[in-house]
């Protein structure tokens, strides 16, 4: 019989990505927020900029957290 249940493994755990993961979905948020105060419109580009950076401070997030994709929706859902 074999045994899946995954083990704690060392943390790796990074500061430094978790908080430039925080930074970038703040300054996705402040990219939006900044051109609504400036009375601007907000055009493709902007969303396009903002989606990148929050998809980018999202990922760092889990890295820094050492997480996975895999871990966060299993491995089999995932095939």
Known sequence: MEDKNEL?????KSIFL???????CLLSIFWI??????ND?????????SGFFALSG???IFI???SS????FGKG???
Not at 18 to 24: D, K, Y
Not at 33 to 38: I, L, N, Q, V
């Open 8 to 12: 704690p493994k060392n943390k790796n």
């Open 18 to 24: 978790l908080i430039l993961g925080i930074s970038m």
């Open 33 to 38: 927020f900044a051109r609504f105060a400036e």
């Open 41 to 49: 419109l907000i055009k493709p580009f902007d969303w396009i900029y």
């Open 58 to 60: 999202v990922t760092n």
């Open 64 to 66: 820094g957290l050492d």
């Open 69 to 72: 994709i895999e871990q966060f």
């Open 77 to 79: 859902n995932l095939k």
